[in-house]
């Protein structure tokens, strides 16, 4: 597609062979990453730095990647993921850690077969007609056409996987594990077969866990109607959502401490359908407070139904087919009717038997959909069914939290985690899909069951020749649950296996906390007997910035690989990397990304005014004892800066990180470190000269292998020119230089930021364009004086000064500005440059509309319905704008004083 960032096998036959930087290579104006980005990555897999050697005795460090469905594209949600993981490889890398980021594509088993599906039937052909084997077939040939798109787009955002490792969650080791792990759990009496209601999806036509159930609230109905008694002598009310279920139903319940219906406990109703007699029953399930207290009992299509029902043996009676149409279990005038259909049937002829109380529309209630294809869910009775009975599972799953084995970050992800646990109920593993690992079952004509690991011969109980395997698979989840250690080998003692499990790190969305990390956390500890990860890394969702979810149908989807195209991988990486805050919406605008890109550019503009005063080679400080005050200030910032990204890093505050490092190359190494030091290169003594570019080569060098994990390609391009080694990528993290943190240096060279900064700002609030000469005296005291007296002609140039006059007595202020920076006062000659009268005025009008401005912004965040609608991001803005309003207020405000 036009405009699309160039997949790997683009990026390694479509561009020219530009050669590899090397310190001698002009700097072109400005950074091109179309230019470097394929070029790199290349090279690097070329090299093998990407690769990891179990048994090399260094300390392992191993990150499996959560594997994206093979049928995918990369869409920012895998970018944010992928990029906050990268960033934690890199890092360890660079810190000598032998390791392993392990990659894969999982076979996911609806979306596979729905998307191979869709294929035949746009060729006219029916899966059912083609049969089982050769679909498969079919769907094992569109992977291997289509399977290889999602990695190559991987490789596009940079991920530094070791790819010769590269796994897919039906590769035949990762079968047999799967195989290997249901046998056990079998004969352990983990998985067994029974028959209960499972949530189906009538459009996939196959059962889904509890987990893979999202509840959307819906405007539907309530409708209240009437069971008249066996008796004749009275009714019974009740309350549905779903008032076609009644066709299913076979019982009446009531608390069994309602006094409001204990006399009916015992009796009987009339289904006014078919005449059948349907007993009251009392029951501690029922919740009185639900419509009239009386419920009807459904036990074939209800989960509290179907235990009350078996509590009092009512019969199941399925009234819906695989398709929600309306069996042949049900009255012949309701047969075939889709179940929208049918709940209005069933509704219009209660009507005209005169038996409906009451109808609420709308009443808006949480109904389940399938988190596939949105479709709603119906718990059905399917036949026999595969369960894995997690009781004994939770326990250690539980204890590795409450014990601190598995670590969460943000640590509020723990309790979420052990709630879910706490309620988790056994889990439906069959699905009625031919995709996917098929259950390891064979049922000989007697009906005995025959698990085994490889395809059996004979039935394990009464040796019948005659077997036909189950014909379900396994939900995807199940293979997916062993994906940490699978990878690694399992189940045969491989090196692989004992040197890099546990593994490190898992890095993963919030809304598959429940899907898959604590399924491989019992799992892991079942069948391999440790946790499967230390530390669990929870980041939230992509919204675009007014908090939403991204949709085609808003317009507002950012497309990663567009976004790659558009302004390079390090854009999109860092633009992602500084909004991951640990909160649950992430909100991304291409604002953000353009906003990184121009981050690529200031680093790359720096590199160009320091390298060509760079001699080649690892820079090296000067003594000490040599350094000037900004110097010192500039090293005591970077170490600063250096601690606080290591801080944050080994706490996965990824985004802190990133504000950290940003804050530092662009606010103090550009804007005031290159700054001041650029008379120095230029124009100093060559004594002096060597000095700067040594300091600045110095502190941009360790610069760029401290945001090399955010941002690998302009540093790689950029710290190539050093001639320091052989590629960033191997290079050491920083190590921390403790004596460099100066607090002299920084309160000192902090009052000049204070000055400098002061003076910017009365020439732009008063619209004084740089050409107009702006004369200053100041009255400086002690320490300050001191540096102003040492700095002068710096400060001048940074303020854009005609004149800077240190003044040791008061003097007259009459015809001036004054300027009160650190407790020293400043004096500007008004004479020539301003208007005080208009100025005033100006500034007045400006203070009355800002006042305006932040009185409706202040009334919107007091308005309680706003602030219950909105979204967080959108507060979070509102809130902002109101801050900078009053800033801005107070800064016009001094303004006015410092008029006189």
Known sequence: MAGRAPTLACLMTGLDETMIATPSAEMPPAYDHLGTEGRWYREWLERGYFGARAGSGREPFC???????????????????????????????????????????DHAGIATQVVVQR???????????????????RVWQWKERYGHRIVEQMQSLGDSCDWDRLRFT???????????????????????????????????????????????????????????????????????????????DTGIAVHPSDDRHASLIGRAVLHPFTGEELPIVADEAVDPSFGTGAVKVTPAHDPTDFEIGRRHGMPLRNILTAEASISEEAPEEFRGLDRYAARARVLQRLRDLGLVVKEERPYVHAVGHCYRCHTEIEPWLSGKQWFVAVERLKGPALEAAASGRIRFFPERWRANYVQWLEGLRDWNISRQLWWGHRIPVWYCPDGHET????????????????????????????????????????????????YFYPTSVLVT????????????????????????????????????????????????VIDPLDAIAAHGADAVRFALTRQATGAQEIPLGVDSISAAARFANKIWNAARLVLPAHPGGLPDLPDRRTLTLPERWLLSRHQACLDEVDDALEGYRFAEAAQAIHRFVWSELCDWGLEVEKPRLSEGTAEEGRAAAAVLAWVLERSLRLLHPIMPF??????????????????????????????????????????????????????LSDSIPLPAGIRARGVHAEVVKDLLSEIRRLA?????????????????????????????????????????????????????????????????????????????????????????????????????
């Open 451 to 498: 698990a085994a690991v490889e395809d059996p011969q004979e039935c394990a109980r009464c040796a019948s020749g005659v077997l036909e395997q189950d014909p379900d698979v396994l939900d995807t989840w199940f293979s997916s649950q062993l994906w940490p250690y699978s990878t690694l080998g399992w189940p045969e003692p491989a090196e692989d296996l004992s």
């Open 714 to 767: 302009v540093t790689e391009e950029i710290w190539q020119r050093f001639g320091a080694g052989e590629s960033i990528v191997v290079g050491s993290w920083p190590e921390p230089s403790a004596e460099h943190r100066d607090e002299e240096a920084e309160l000192r060279f902090e009052f000049v930021r204070e000055l400098v900064t002061a003076l910017r700002r009365f020439r732009k609030v008063h619209g």
């Open 119 to 137: 294929e035949l039937e746009r060729e006219g052909i029916d899966r059912r007609e083609l049969g089982r084997e050769a679909f498969v077939e």
């Open 170 to 248: 039906m590769d035949d080791g990762l079968a047999h594990a799967v195989r290997v792990a249901f046998v056990r759990m079998y004969e352990d009496g983990l998985i067994y077969r029974g028959e209960r209601l499972v949530n189906w999806c009538p459009r996939d036509t196959t059962a889904l866990s509890d987990s893979e159930v999202e509840h959307e609230d819906v405007a539907g109905e309530m409708v209240t109607f009437r069971y008249p008694l066996a008796s004749g002598d009275g009714h019974v009310d009740v309350a549905t959502t779903r008032v076609e279920t009644m066709l299913g």
């Open 63 to 105: 990150i499996v990647l959560p594997p994206p469905n093979v049928t995918g594209a990369l869409h920012i949600g895998h970018a944010l993921d992928h990029t906050l993981q990268d960033i934690i490889v890199r890092r360890k890398r660079m810190q000598g850690y032998e390791t392993l980021w392990l990659p894969g594509t």
């Open 509 to 556: 969305g919030y809304e598959i906390l429940y899907l898959w990390v604590a399924r491989m956390v019992m799992s892991g500890l079942y069948l391999n007997g440790d946790v499967p990860f230390r530390d669990i890394v929870i980041h939230g969702l992509v919204r675009d910035p007014q908090g939403r979810k991204m949709s085609k149908s808003l317009g507002n």
């Open 800 to 900: 854009n000064l005609s004149t800077l006059e240190i003044a040791t007595d008061p003097g007259d202020p009459a015809g001036c500005a004054r300027l009160v920076v650190a407790g020293d006062e400043v004096l500007i000659p008004l004479a020539g440059v301003l208007d005080l009268d208009v100025e005033r005025g100006r500034l007045t009008k400006r203070v009355v509309a800002l006042r305006e401005d932040a009185a409706r912004s202040a009334a919107k965040l007091a308005n309680e319905a706003f602030v219950a609608k909105a979204p967080a991001p959108v507060l979070e803005k509102e809130r902002m704008r109101l801050a900078a309003l009053e800033e801005e207020t107070a800064a016009m405000e001094l303004q006015l004083e410092q008029l006189g």
